[in-house]
């Protein structure tokens, strides 16, 4: 019997891009209601960028990020800003940023060794935000095939920041969404690599998928730290949508000559979140694979 869906491997090389690049449109628009900007922000001093995945895991709700934000700037304030809103236009006045009140929390952790970190809002502020947090259904582990699929990373480079906004005295984000593949194995220049626990992904300076489908050029990826890493599952059975992807990931650091992240599996933030409350320490890992061998 005939299969009613088209045979990618038969389909024209334009044929091809055009669907790549619908699907890092489509992405795009739904990964701006679940992704967000950190903003740290301290007297006298820039503010720092980092991203974020809103997730809610047994009723409560938490931002998957980086930890080196945090470790860095120890002193500082933060303010968390819906990826979709930035996009938006709504800026956050620079001078006094400090003065701005931080994004009330009720808990935050990290693991430094993993890089990996997570943020605690309150029912009433993660309602506020008005994101899209995405439980255990759109998380995914243990993955080694990834390098047969599309990776997706999901962020809020500063580079992308809005230079007259800046010259005004303001910061303006601007999401960022790109579609790329898994690297086999580790790079010869990575440092103390963990198998287990790093995945690398390519980050090429051509280009790639924009926000309305068109061809951009990757910026510096200071900012993107702390992005969701987002497997797109391009051999769904059925009926493609954006929801199809799943989390897999979280992006921690780069190589400046634009040919690699480095990510950090999400099982390692799983396990954090599983040892730091034990109260949802079930649910965490009833998502296959979370838990901790032995």
Not at 45 to 52: D, L
Not at 54 to 65: D, E, K, N, S
Not at 87 to 100: S, Y
Request: aromatic share 8%; hydrophobic share 45%.
């Amino acid at each position: 019997m005939e299969s009613d869906y088209p045979d990618l491997a038969q389909m024209s090389k334009d044929k091809y891009y055009q669907i790549w690049q619908n699907m890092g449109a489509a992405l795009w628009r739904n990964l701006c209601n679940t992704t967000v900007a950190i903003v740290f922000v301290e007297n006298g001093k820039p503010p720092v960028i980092s991203s974020g995945t809103c997730v809610q895991l047994g009723g409560r709700y938490f931002i998957a990020t980086c930890a080196h934000a945090i470790i860095d700037h120890p002193n500082a304030n933060f303010m968390i800003f819906l990826a979709v809103r930035l996009d938006a236009l709504i800026h956050i006045p620079a001078h006094p940023l400090a003065l701005l009140s931080p994004t009330p929390i009720a808990g935050m952790n990290f693991r430094k060794d993993d890089d990996v970190a997570w943020i605690e809002l309150d029912a009433d502020q993660a309602v506020a935000l008005g994101a899209n947090f995405v439980g255990p259904e759109r998380i995914e582990v243990r993955r080694d095939d990834v390098q047969e699929d599309c990776m997706g990373v999901m962020g809020t480079p500063g580079a992308l920041a809005d230079p007259k906004a800046l010259a005004a005295g303001d910061l303006r984000l601007i999401p960022l969404y790109y579609h790329t593949v898994a690297l086999e194995g580790a790079p010869r220049d990575a440092r103390s690599v963990d198998s287990a626990r790093d995945h690398f992904l390519a980050y090429p300076k051509g280009g790639n998928v924009g926000q309305n489908t068109e061809y951009v050029e990757l910026p510096p990826a200071h900012g993107l730290s702390g992005a969701g890493v987002w497997c797109v599952h391009v051999h769904h059975e059925g009926v493609w949508t954006p929801e199809a992807a799943k989390l897999t990931a979280i992006q921690n650091a780069w190589h400046r000559d634009f040919i690699w992240l480095r990510t950090t599996r999400i099982q390692a933030w799983l396990n954090m979140i599983a040892e730091d409350i034990p109260e949802i320490a079930s649910v965490v890992r009833s998502i296959a694979g979370a838990a901790r061998p032995g």
